[in-house]
Each structure stands twice: as C-alpha cells, then as structure tokens.
C-alpha cells in the first residue's frame, strides 16, 4: 500500500531554531507540494516540484522557509529561524505525472508547534 | 485573492440526513473539480472529482453536482452517517497546469447520531 510518509509527525521548538520537516513521496510520483494548515488560513500552498525542479515557490515566506528535493525520494522544508506564527499542521503530498488531471496524495502531516 | 470559495465553513447534520457542501469559483479556465476529506490527524484524501463535461457525478451516497454557467459546484452527502464527520475541501485546476489544485477554505461537517 503506497504512501506518502512524513517525519516527524510533531515538533515543538523554541522561538528562533531550525527546524526541518522531510517528506518520502511515493515511489514513481514526480509532483510533490507542501502545505500549510491552519484554522486561520486553511490550506496553503507552499511549494512544488515536479521532477525535483521548484516551479512555484510564491505562497512560501523566502526569509525562512526553504524547501528542497535533494532526489526523488526525499523531499524537505526548512524553517530557520522558526516563530510562533509558523505553529500550524505541514503536509506532503505527492502526484502521478502523465494524465491531464491527477490526484494529490497527501502525507499524514507535521504538527510543529513553535514556542 | 481566494480563488474558490466554500461555504458553509461548518454544518451539523442529523443522522440519515442530507449534507450539502458549495463551492464558487471565479477562475473560467478550471476544468477539474475534486472533492478532500480530512478526518482529524489524518491528511485530505480524494473522495470524488468531476469535469466539465457532465452536470453530474455519483459515487455512492456522494454527489458532485456541476453549474458551469454559475461557475458553482456542490458535494451532497445523502443517508449521512457519523463516521461522515470530517473536514471537506473542494478545490480546483486547471488542466494544462498539471496537478496544481486550489483549494476552497474547508467545511467541518458534524453527523449527529
């Protein structure tokens, strides 16, 4: 049963460290993306690769965030440093390539909790 | 600027009853509609997406229905149930775009036993 998978699944920090969320897409999806989820904001577009090439990267803070794809099976963000403001629920989803219209399929998510 | 627009933002519906979901959106260009459910801890999942090209689409207790000219579309839950209960997004892509969805600001539904 292919999935994609997150680490860690929580984090709390302090006010002004790093911290670096990873992302496994599933195997053979070539589309990954990063969200953001708040009870504010709902869900946000950070960023997203395809063929591990950053193509839209506009709803990511360039200050602190940092999102990279260092090979197709790994996927990462970066916060550094890290606020209060970036408390909120990270997730990875990953897509199939080759049809017009395609599913994302979403990672369990990264509950950071800044302090 | 939100391109797609849910509302309600929460509904409480009795067991056995109707749940409806909607959804606007402004871009013209879109032509794939899909529907999340998120249950809590978990990541959205696709429960059902239509196109254009159809008015509507059934799966199950879960409708899509489509307005073009309106440029709305809906999620009706029939027979809800309490395991139903759950956050739903709508979003929406535009084909040549690849997978790249915008999503609507969700909507926590509440099945009553």
């Known amino acids: 049963d292919a999935r994609v998978t997150q680490t860690p699944r929580d984090k709390v920090t302090e006010m002004g460290q790093e911290v670096t969320m990873r992302c496994q897409p599933i195997?053979?999806?070539?589309?990954v993306f990063w969200y953001r989820q708040t009870m504010m904001q709902g869900l946000e577009l950070l960023a997203y690769?395809?063929?591990?090439?950053?193509?839209?990267d506009s709803g990511m803070p360039k200050d602190r965030f940092s999102a990279e794809m260092p090979d197709a099976t790994l996927a990462t963000l970066k916060i550094q440093p890290s606020e209060p403001r970036d408390s909120a629920v990270y997730f990875c989803?990953?897509?199939?390539?080759?049809?017009?219209?395609?599913?994302?399929?979403f990672g369990p998510g990264t509950r950071l909790t800044v302090l | 600027q939100q391109q797609v627009k849910q509302s309600p933002q929460s509904l409480i519906v009795q067991k056995e009853g109707i749940s409806i979901i909607n959804c606007a959106y402004e871009?013209?260009?879109?032509?794939?509609f899909p529907w999340y459910q998120q249950f809590p801890g978990k990541g959205p999942a696709l429960l059902i997406a239509?196109?254009?090209?159809?008015s509507e689409k059934k799966e199950g207790r879960f409708t899509i229905s489509f307005n073009k000219s309106a440029k709305q579309f809906s999620l009706h839950i029939m027979d809800s149930q309490p395991g139903d209960s759950a956050t739903y997004f709508c979003?929406?892509?535009?084909?040549?775009?690849?997978?790249?969805?915008?999503f609507g600001g969700g909507t926590r539904l509440m099945v009553k036993p």
């Open positions: 989803a990953s897509g199939p390539t080759g049809a017009k219209y395609n599913e994302q399929f």
């Open positions: 979003a929406a892509s535009v084909g040549n775009a690849g997978n790249m969805l915008t």
């Open positions: 195997l053979g999806h070539n589309t």
């Open positions: 239509i196109r254009p090209d159809v």
């Open positions: 690769f395809r063929n591990r090439a950053p193509l839209d």
């Open positions: 871009n013209t260009a879109f032509d794939y």
